[in-house]
């Protein structure tokens, strides 16, 4: 991933969640459709080459067409979200008292094991 996650727009955001929802590449008219928009198809390939520039998609030739697939799991880059918010707070323990204390006690549960040393890796 690029050395820091980059900001996402609200389509930006939205084609790269269909991209992480997707097994397989794909190309910019298969994206279009998933959008469930009425929105041209050079915008959907603008958002693409964007996400490209950004390090977040690779293009692939598949047959004679363009495909997209995500260079980064949904996880890496919600993480790397995190990690930034986290370090541009004035505070990092008032930021992380307040981030544990919104969170639910089913993630609570997950952040405890993981601390401990018994979640493995995801």
Request: glycine fraction near 8%; charged fraction near 25%; aromatic fraction near 4%.
């Amino acid at each position: 991933m690029a050395e820091h996650a980059p900001t996402l727009g609200p389509l930006e955001r939205e084609v790269m969640e269909i991209l992480w929802d997707c097994p397989e590449e794909m190309c910019t008219r298969d994206v279009l459709e998933r959008t469930g928009q009425s929105l041209a198809y050079t915008t959907i390939a603008t958002v693409l080459t964007n996400l490209h520039r950004k390090g977040l998609v690779e293009k692939v030739l598949v047959g004679r067409v363009w495909a997209y697939r995500p260079l980064v799991a949904r996880s890496e880059y919600t993480a790397e979200v995190m990690a930034r918010a986290l370090a541009s707070s004035g505070n990092r323990s008032d930021s992380l008292l307040h981030f544990v204390g919104s969170i639910p006690e089913e993630d609570l549960a997950v952040l405890r094991t993981l601390l401990d040393g018994d979640g493995g890796a995801r």
